[in-house]
């Protein structure tokens, strides 16, 4: 391990190197002018796999190609067997006149390399890689068989993914999934994510007259779809935050002691938080704080409105229908389909007879977790402690990652997630970085996981 | 009285023809295109007026010319003065094909006279220019001094007649207003309407967080504005149709006994109604007809919702804001300024602490109504079981006409709504008509209207 780790700090300057080589294409998914950009950075990357030692290969899908990389496969007793997940796409870089050096030539500034795609994801997995060179340079015997799955479409969805996870079943079997692309509260609080939170998205639409009629003529006799829509939606929620829909908690696992203890840790300001979201106050489920609320707490938001006339100025009608959109954030143990139905009976039931109700549904994605007192998760909290000198926190995060879902669902098996992201990277937006110290501390973290994992 | 309905008779055929004459001018006013042939239609009526017998005169605006025509002045004894309101200008004929025959190529069918403006509204006063011809023609006496004014810019919101009617104050001082713009109930159903509503526009915004908010890493810390708006405008009605808002109703006069029993004479069928309007029930306030509710009761409408997300599919976000557009419909005695300042301040009271609240006034209209006992309305109800012969029915409006009001304001004079539009006319609508028996009746009804308000 002393030379694996002295390896990984000797050739910290060539693996900067190699990840602006790396930052320099514009991976772009969402643009469909990128393709051959996408192309040629699966390409850098299945050459930069073999050049480590790693059995590489292109794996084209209907989408962009998949990079599926192994470690050598040794004649030693069997071996516990880990997917490591990234994906080489980033997000588009505009608009570009917000960024301070051009998006696709990456410059260290203080401690960071500033480019899009630093941090999300190229940094982190090619953190993991680097270990994985350590392991296999220095001739260390690596505790754990790898493969690395780096897809190129994690930014428009993941499109291809569960394709391809269906066709290799087979090959990609294993103990468990590592997936460094989530945040890290601050360099002194390594961070392991162990939840994350389901989603059912619906639309629902109420119909009144068949037409959008005249107010003053008609105003007084006929229901207004949009007012029906408020008085129904209005019930959804009553003032302690708590959503109002019969067995709507019915389902959701309490937090425990430990876990609240844990989320406690987290640091946390309520006057900053709230001045960084421009809000007047904050406002949530009573009972909770404020990290429990957005990430181990169901939630209910309406995403849209529409109804009658948006232009300017007034226009005096009854509209014919009113819609709104919404998503439903879920916890352990709800389901997107028992939540759906719950919802679409509670307000076929309090709907008022004078409208039609019609839903759409949308999206749904289960909520996940994996127990933090389970041994992969303490492996993981031991390997962020050695790598950064520092208690690790533990934490939920209150977003959807739908490919835990499909790791899940598909191969049956549980994500450790290790991000290495600050959260003043710039993920998503201009001005993308990542951190250098943590990208350090990343390669040690990844070479001591796969000691504590096969411990 | 007999040779001026006589010549009223005897001069039907040439009274269709100069109406078609009128008609085939394309005066659509919204359309800047159609600029000169307002101005030709102008002319054309202008000229018409002085073939009658009237001093005519174009007089310009900022926008379309009036056309100001007067009876002519004689030695006798003061008579009494009144104003005949028109308009020129029609509405857009758009979308052609849906038309039977051309709209600015009016034909006879059956007994109706098609195109576009045939009722809305130059056959409605064609039909006074014609009884004033009868009485100047026939050489009797016609019992009131008259001014026509006829405008070019009702259908674009009459922006230059109050400005009109400032300037020329003087000459426009009269005891009351004729005009002949609504509706008929049917031609057994001649109907003096008395009443209008008014109407207080105001928007209504919601502001919470500084931008738009993930759903999943924020939702469940921060107020939802959409939900938040919901939940203040539901509470602005209650189960039985009432409006909530402190105060709203105090100012309401309350029907009396006569008005009810005129209302519950107008023919009425709850059945077709819900058919015509397309809804599965009707729904107002509890304890008033139909017929009241939209025309004798105040109500506060949803026009308009906009928040968030409302293309297609989902977006996961907490809005920024919501807002919606608000229109209330006021009876006598209410005025729009005191109504703003109870639904502005009762919704400053309830709106939570946790979104900022604004509002923007739009265009506010007083209420207005004449009593249909005094002695003008008394007579034009004569005038009305003269024409028809039959059992005038007294109505009001769910709607607003602002030029009455500035009539009111300006003037300080009260307007006697005579319509002559039935209901299946189809103003505004493609295949505009209008029913040349009601053209007949209406210029009788002109013709006696002026004997009886000189009685």
């Excluded at 209005?234 to 876990?259: C, M």
């Excluded at 501390?441 to 996981?449: I, T, V």
Aim: net charge positive.
């Amino acid at each position: 391990m002393k030379d694996v780790l002295a390896f990984l700090k000797k050739n910290q300057t060539r693996f900067v190197r190699e990840l602006c080589e790396y930052v320099q294409f514009p991976s772009v998914s969402a643009q469909p002018a990128h393709r051959k950009d996408l192309a040629a950075c699966a390409q850098w990357l299945v050459r930069h796999c073999r050049q480590i030692g790693l059995d590489a290969e292109l794996r084209p899908t209907e989408g962009n190609p998949v990079v599926l990389a192994r470690t050598p496969r040794t004649n030693s007793a069997r071996k516990p067997h880990y997917v490591v997940y990234g994906h080489y796409d980033v997000q588009p870089p505009e608009p570009f006149e917000l960024w301070k050096t051009p998006p696709f030539d990456p410059r260290v500034r203080g401690s960071s390399l500033f480019g899009r795609g630093a941090s999300d994801n190229k940094g982190q997995h090619l953190a993991h890689l680097n270990a994985v060179e350590a392991y296999l340079k220095t001739g260390a015997e690596l505790p754990c068989d790898l493969t690395f799955v780096i897809e190129g479409e994690e930014e428009v969805g993941s499109k291809s993914l569960a394709g391809f996870l269906e066709k290799n079943r087979g090959r990609l079997r294993c103990d468990g999934i590592v997936i460094s692309d989530t945040g890290l509260v601050s360099k002194r609080h390594p961070t392991f994510t162990y939840g994350l939170r389901g989603i059912m998205a619906i639309e629902v639409k109420l119909f009144g007259p068949s037409r959008d009629l005249h107010s003053g003529i008609f105003g007084g006799t006929v229901e207004n779809p949009a007012l029906a829509l408020c008085q129904l939606l209005a019930r959804l929620r009553d003032k302690n935050g708590r959503i109002t829909i019969p067995g709507f908690y019915d389902d959701v696992e309490p937090l425990t002691t430990y876990e609240r203890k844990q989320l406690a840790r987290l640091p946390f300001s309520e006057s900053s938080y709230r001045r960084f979201l421009g809000v007047l106050q904050l406002f949530g489920e009573r009972g909770y704080t404020p990290i429990e609320q957005r990430c181990a707490r169901p939630t209910l938001e309406i995403n849209g409105l529409t109804s009658g006339y948006q232009g300017e100025g007034s226009k005096t009608i009854i509209p014919a229908w009113a819609s709104a959109k919404i998503t439903m954030r879920l916890v352990p143990n709800q389901t997107p389909e028992r939540v759906q139905q719950l919802f679409m009976r509670h307000l076929r039931k309090i709907g008022p007879p004078t409208v039609r109700l019609e839903f759409k549904p949308e999206h749904g994605g289960e909520p996940y977790v994996v127990s933090p007192q389970g041994q992969a998760a303490q492996a993981a909290l031991r390997a962020l402690k050695n790598a950064f000198g520092c208690e690790p926190v533990l934490m939920r995060e209150g977003g959807s990652i739908p490919i835990v879902n499909a790791f899940k669902k598909i191969l049956g098996a549980d994500s450790l997630m290790l991000g290495l992201a600050l959260p003043d990277d710039n993920a998503h937006s201009p001005n993308e970085k990542f951190d250098l110290e943590v990208f350090q501390k990343g390669m040690r973290m990844s070479a001591h996981l796969w000691r504590e994992l096969a411990a």
